[in-house]
């Protein structure tokens, strides 16, 4: 590995590239500024409309606590991948279709993006996994490149260990479970759990494959993760990888500390990429008038769209619980045919029935301030696809989960979630391919069942609140000066960037 630091003048300058999903983005920036704020050079490269999610912090950065920061854009080549202009972003993406062609706008910047490196002569590269590229430039350029892994140490350990031992094909059935071996923790699951670029080779193995092997050639891999949540995960990570895995996370702890110090300075307010600030007054004022711990709140991410079979369900099953809530809707995208019979109709009725008469949800069908409102004590848990973001957001604040997890490693996480015993699931057990989600409907009375064993008083809704509560204070210690107490690891912001010896 051409691994040769270039000789230190000025302070190092690390170039930072994130993805076109909020998911990868938002993490990422808050490494870059991260490194910006221990006093490197941080460069990130973007497009307009992607910058627009997080300039403002970068912003507040530069002009208040004096960071060395900037962000360059790149013209995203909407005309060359047939999209309107500012569709940059999976958020923006309601279909499959639309987001393939996002990410291939993202391959055919992969050339503006290396002459632009070129230029900038950065000493070190830190790219989404999705960039397996930067790998070979940093090693032009005799740079280290650090892969980023938004989620967590256990689906690329499990990964490892079906592909070894493949225990999903000796199964007679989908629905059968079966033990994954290799784990710290006894992680049992059924076959159709399991992503289909595991069983069969698909486009998405070829992409796979090549994240993996460069990051077998990059200096280390940084992950949103730590011990205290994926107990001995790291260390069978670095085993079965080969390759340093530095696990910081949860990185949005880092970031309400430094936004918290920037609000205490009474300079302009952040938008941070995670924390919205705009449209968000009518729910945060309707929650302040909620008892504490009793708002459920619903979210399934920056991407998932349900059927509308399966948003009437979870309206019902909502309304059977008779638990307050704020409900994040997203629907599917319509074809012209259908349009008539669509969400619309149904969903006003049930808005003007729960929401507007009995007072007992709020409905947002759009951007919801996910932070802003998992903070409120009137939150006492949150219903979840399991999206890794998500999961530490609520975890961090100590709001226990229900999980519905749909794809990605969703269902790694749920298996984690539930042996740390800090959620409910709904009892969802079939891996979607993508955001669409397609996989059988789960009816009402699951849905109903597992809000009212998490939200109704009961000896386990105790012990699981009781465990997200110290799982918050426990992330807190592990992110303060001297880092992880459990493994003494790099979890600390304070120990992790010396480590680099950039
Ligand atoms: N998010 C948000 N408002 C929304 C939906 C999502 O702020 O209405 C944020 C959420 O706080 C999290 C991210 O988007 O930071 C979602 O990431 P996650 O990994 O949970 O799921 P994904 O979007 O990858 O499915």
Known sequence: MAMALKEQTAMPHVVFIPYTMTSHITPLIHTARLFALHGLKVTIITTPYNALLFESSIDNDRLVSGCNITIQTLQFPSDEVGLPVGVENFIASPSMEIAGKVHHGFVLLQKPMEQLIRQLNPNCIVSDMFFPWTVDLAEELQIPRFSFQPATFIHQCAWHFLKEYTPHKKMASTSESFLIPGLPLAIKMKCSEIEDFLKEETDYSKTVNAVLEAELRSYGIIHNTCSELEPGYAQVYEKVRGRKGWHIGPLSLFINKQESKISSKESFKSNSCSDPWKDCRDCLNWLEDQEPNSVLFVCFGSMVRFSDDQLKEMAEGLKATNCSFIWVVREQEKN???????????????????????????????????????????????????????????????VPLITWPLFSENFYTEKLLEKLELAIGVGADVWNSGFIISSPVVPREKIE???????????????????????????????????????????????FLPSFNL
């Open 336 to 398: 012209q045919v259908d349009e008539n019979d669509h969400c619309d109709g149904w969903l006003n009725g049930f808005k003007e029935m729960v929401v507007q008469k009995n007072k007992k949800g709020f409905i947002i069908q759009g951007w919801a301030p996910q932070v802003l409102i998992l903070k409120h004590q009137a939150v006492g848990g949150f219903l979840t696809h399991c999206g890794w973001n998500s999961v530490l957001e609520s975890l961090t604040l100590g």
């Open 449 to 495: 069942l597992a809000v009212k064993c998490l939200m109704y008083d009961s000896e386990k809704s105790r012990k699981i609140r009781e465990n997200a509560k110290l799982m918050a204070e426990t992330l807190k210690c592990a992110t303060e000066e001297g880092g992880s107490p459990k493994t003494g690891g790099p979890t600390s912001y304070e120990t």
